[in-house]
């Protein structure tokens, strides 16, 4: 397990650790974003190295934490409460240029775990955690909750959902299940939803890696938060604010976004042949290869198993 320099606690173990570090290669001085700031793991191994992080997270409680454990690094760590996209686009409009830009999508162990006396983050992001309120917003200032959604939207918006976002080939019948169940009693807990996800699926427990429930709260999560819309607006954000030799370094977790963030980066980094069949580079930017977590990282980190590290460099 890595330690920080500094004593401030218990730190997460940060995801993919390594392949961070050794792709954004942080040094002192450079200036780095982290866009999704969570507990705070990646971004110390970047101030520990003597970097400057400018960082960002929508959720209030992690820019208040942040507010602790990074007195230590002084004016190095500046943060900001705002989503990556709002965040990037900031930057842009300000013409900062940067080193490097790191978009760990993936959930902080706070909001997973957490406390069971003090409740954690109580906003419903794991099934496992079934008192808690089916919120899941990551800004509380925002209006639409998870409960909002299940006991308001419509059979085929919910269906929509699932289909798309959880990649359920059931979401016809969980959407009509839903449906039923909110006229007798509104959702209003995480163990309200994972009732009907368990009707749904009442014989696969034990034949499959994953409890389905979670891919179906991923669904919720990434609706109530707009992911997705966010993600494909901060990606060429992202890519005018890196100077020549920057690196943006996106870990992602499920298939969703890491077909989006493979696509874009493809797109924007293309070898094509010229008239006289020759490769011509078309493009200023280097695609790095797919890292994937190791054997070891997984014994340390588990949730490291469906975690993808792709980099990409601009190379003029």
């Not at 959880?166 to 995480?190: M, N, Q, Y």
């Not at 427990?205 to 669904?219: C, D, N, V």
């Not at 924007?268 to 200023?284: K, M, N, W, Y």
Request: aromatic share 6%; glycine share 8%; charged share 30%.
């Amino acid at each position: 397990m890595m330690e920080n320099k500094q004593d401030f606690g218990t730190v997460h173990v940060p995801v993919m650790a390594d392949e961070v570090v050794r792709g954004l290669a942080p040094e002192a001085d450079k200036v780095f974003v982290d866009g999704t700031l969570g507990g705070g793991g990646h971004a110390r191994l970047l101030l520990d190295a003597g970097a400057v992080v400018l960082g960002f997270d929508q959720d209030k409680d992690v820019v208040a934490r942040a507010g602790e454990w990074g007195k230590p690094y002084g004016e190095r760590l500046r943060v900001t409460h705002a989503n990556f996209a709002e965040g990037l686009d900031a930057l842009v409009q300000d013409a900062v240029m940067v080193d490097g830009i790191l978009l760990d999508l993936g959930m902080s162990s706070d909001q997973l775990d957490g406390d069971e006396a003090e409740a954690a983050d109580g906003r419903g992001f794991s099934y496992k955690r079934t008192a808690d309120p089916l919120d899941m917003r990551m800004n509380v200032d925002a209006t639409t909750t998870a409960a909002d959604i299940l006991n308001t939207w419509d059979e085929a918006k919910l269906t929509q959902m699932f289909f798309d976002y959880a990649e359920e080939p059931r979401g016809r019948a969980l959407a009509k299940a839903v449906v039923a169940a909110r006229s007798e009693r509104p959702f209003k807990t995480s163990g309200d939803l994972l009732q009907i996800v368990e009707k749904i699926y009442p014989l696969r427990f034990g034949l499959k890696r994953s409890h389905p429930a979670g891919r179906i709260f991923q669904a919720l999560r990434i609706a109530v938060n707009d992911e997705l819309t966010v993600l494909a607006r901060a990606l060429p954000l992202a890519l005018q604010l890196l100077k020549p030799g920057g690196r943006l370094c996106i870990i992602t977790f499920h298939s969703l976004e890491d077909r989006m963030v493979k696509k874009f980066y493809k797109n924007i980094a293309v070898d094509e042949l010229d008239s006289v069949g020759r490769v011509a580079t078309l493009s200023p930017y280097k695609i790095w290869k797919k890292q994937m977590p190791t054997a070891r990282e997984l014994e340390v980190n588990p949730r490291a198993r469906s975690a993808h590290v792709r980099v990409i460099e601009r190379i003029t």
